[in-house]
């Protein structure tokens, strides 16, 4: 592993445990795309939106979550690998984001009790609880069996085998922002009483298993990332303590990045929603990275390199957290969705930062749903509109999702058979 020597630099590369090396320290955050076809495959425009980004100078670009079950989405234009094909687009999608000497690596979720009730009114979770999620948009989660649990387990690392095998150079353990596994992880959401819930170590064991299945799936060469809480932001969840005990459980697994986040739909801190803004004589680093604290204990535990995520937006700041050692890759998410060769222009040092556009579109605006359609444009090979007001995007959005889940054919609500 490079930890060292110290250096400000984006543009230095960084030699992954693994041996992989990616080109320079900027991570395209996941980001979900909602761009799969009715059979949830990916398409034509998975590959011009991830050709575009690989274009733009990123080392490495993560993928939004490709799930692993068709019964469980995030979201009704989610790729799903469960048997439902498309191999073949999966490789074209894979040569697009590799362009460029970029490692494109394969973000693998499943969305739990955050599934939308459009897509499913029965989702499942560690334990029947709805927590804080707006009853209109979730239905009561029922609980998953062990047995169920352990096919959890399974179809990650069958998705994982998938990736390797289609051209993706590695792969990332959506265990972040309140989906399943970030579930089981959390004392709220799980209070189960067998070996899946109970004791901080059962709770962390559906994670540490998911791991051990990937990284057995995809050998010892390639890149097993997993996107991690630094904390859930709820009182009684899962704090930053539990999040420190989970990376030393790791350690012998032989992970290749920790990408560090924070928050769920109940608590959107990934967001930087309900932070308490550092004061103005706070540096700049401080005044950006939402995790920059936890990140800063969490280096301190854990010797897994680090990509950390969440509101980066001046080179100054990038720069900052490489030279003060807080983490080994510069994460950037909503830029992106716009600005797609910014990772070229601050290598270049042709723009000083990014725009940050959630500052004129407010996530409780619409501006989740701005930073979506600005993706499916780009995937339809029409330019992002800077134009368009989080007004405008909220109801072209929720037409979007309902059309997108209207349209899934092929979602069969019974139980599928788990991919061998
Ligand atoms: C449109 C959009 C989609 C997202 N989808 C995902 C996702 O699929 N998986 C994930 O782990 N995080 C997802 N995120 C969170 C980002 O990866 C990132 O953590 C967050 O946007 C904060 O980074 P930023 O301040 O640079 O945008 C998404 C964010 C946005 C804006």
Same mark, same amino acid.
């Given at each position: 592993?490079?930890?060292?020597p110290?250096?400000?630099a984006?543009?230095?590369?960084f030699?992954?445990p693994?041996?992989?090396?990616?080109?320079?320290?900027i991570?395209?955050?996941?980001m979900?795309?909602?761009?799969?076809d009715?059979?949830?495959?990916?398409t034509?425009?998975h590959?011009?939106l991830y050709?575009?980004?690989?274009?733009?100078? /990123?080392?490495?670009?993560v993928?939004?979550?490709?799930?692993?079950?068709?019964?469980y989405?995030?979201?009704?234009?989610?790729?799903?690998?469960d048997?439902n094909?498309g191999?073949?687009?999966?490789e074209?999608?894979?040569?697009a984001?590799?362009?460029?000497?970029?490692?494109l690596?394969?973000?693998?979720?499943?969305?739990?009790?955050?599934?939308?009730?459009?897509? =499913?009114?029965?989702p499942v979770?560690?334990?029947?609880?709805r927590?804080?999620?707006?009853?209109?948009?979730h239905?009561? @989660?029922?609980?998953?069996?062990s047995?169920?649990?352990?096919?959890?387990?399974?179809?990650? &690392?069958y998705?994982a085998?998938?990736?390797?095998?289609?051209?993706f150079?590695?792969?990332?353990?959506?265990g972040?922002?309140?989906?399943? !596994? /970030?579930?089981?992880?959390? @004392?709220?959401?799980?209070?189960?009483?067998?070996?899946w819930?109970g /004791?901080a170590?059962?709770?962390?064991?559906?994670?540490?298993?998911t791991?051990?299945?990937?990284?057995?799936?995809?050998?010892?060469d390639? @890149?097993?990332?997993?996107?991690l809480?630094?904390?859930?932001?709820?009182?009684?969840?899962f704090?930053?303590?539990?999040?420190?005990?989970?990376l030393?459980?790791?350690?012998? !697994?032989?992970i290749?990045l920790?990408?560090?986040s924070?928050? =769920?739909?109940?608590?959107p801190?990934?967001?930087?929603? &309900?932070?308490?803004?550092?004061?103005?004589?706070?540096?700049?680093l401080?005044?950006?990275?939402?995790?920059?604290?936890?990140?800063?204990?969490?280096?301190?535990?854990?010797?897994?390199? !680090?990509m950390?995520?969440?509101?980066?937006?001046?080179r100054?700041?990038m720069?900052e957290?490489?030279?003060?050692?807080?983490?080994?890759?510069?994460?950037?998410?909503?830029?992106?969705?716009?600005?797609t060769?910014?990772p070229?222009?601050?290598?270049?040092r042709?723009v000083?930062?990014?725009?940050?556009?959630?500052?004129?579109?407010k996530?409780?605006?619409?501006?989740?749903?701005?930073f979506?359609?600005?993706?499916?444009?780009m995937?339809?090979?029409?330019?992002?509109?800077?134009?368009?007001? &989080?007004?405008?995007? !909220? @109801?072209?959005?929720?037409?979007?999702?309902?059309?997108?889940?209207?349209?899934?054919?092929g979602?069969r609500?019974?139980?599928?058979?788990?991919?061998?």
């Open positions: 592993m490079s930890r060292g110290m250096t400000a984006l543009d230095t590369p030699r992954l693994c041996g992989a090396v990616l080109k320079n320290r991570g395209k955050a996941p979900t795309e909602g761009l799969a009715p059979m949830n495959r990916a034509e425009r590959v011009r050709r575009r980004w690989a274009e733009g100078g /990123s080392g490495l670009l993928t939004g979550n490709v799930q692993v079950d068709r019964r989405l995030e979201r009704p234009g989610n790729v799903v690998i048997g094909g191999e073949r687009e999966l074209a999608f894979a040569r984001g590799t362009a460029n000497g970029t490692h690596w394969m973000q693998i979720g499943h969305a739990g009790r955050q599934t939308p009730k459009h897509v =499913n009114p029965v979770a560690p334990s029947a609880i927590g804080n999620l707006s009853e209109s948009q239905g009561m @989660p029922r609980a998953l069996s047995d169920e649990v352990w096919d959890v387990v399974r179809r990650f &690392g998705v085998r998938v990736a390797r095998e289609t051209g150079t590695g792969v990332q353990i959506h972040a922002h309140g989906y399943l !596994i /970030s579930e089981f992880l959390s @004392p709220l959401a799980n209070q189960r009483t067998d070996q819930g /004791s170590e059962n709770r962390a064991r559906l994670l540490l298993e791991a051990k299945a990937v990284r057995d799936a995809v050998g010892p390639f @890149p097993v990332s997993i996107k809480n630094s904390a859930d932001f709820q009182q009684g969840g704090s930053n303590d539990d999040c420190l005990d989970v030393r459980w790791l350690a012998p !697994i032989g290749d920790i990408e560090v924070g928050g =769920n739909y109940e608590s801190r990934m967001m930087g929603f &309900g932070r308490e803004q550092p004061g103005a004589r706070a540096s700049t401080a005044r950006e990275a939402y995790f920059l604290d936890y990140a800063t204990r969490i280096r301190q535990a854990t010797r897994i390199p !680090i950390l995520s969440g509101g980066f937006r001046s100054v700041a720069e957290a490489l030279a003060a050692d807080v983490c080994d890759v510069i994460g950037i998410g909503r830029p992106l969705c716009v600005d060769d910014l070229n222009r601050l290598i270049d042709t000083e930062g990014a725009t940050s556009y959630e500052s004129t579109i996530p409780e605006r619409g501006g989740l749903a701005w979506c359609l600005q993706l499916i444009r995937g339809d090979g029409e330019e992002p509109d800077r134009a368009l007001t &989080g007004e405008q995007a !909220i @109801p072209r959005y929720v037409a979007n999702e309902k059309a997108t889940a209207a349209g899934l054919v979602r609500l019974e139980p599928e058979a788990a991919p061998a």
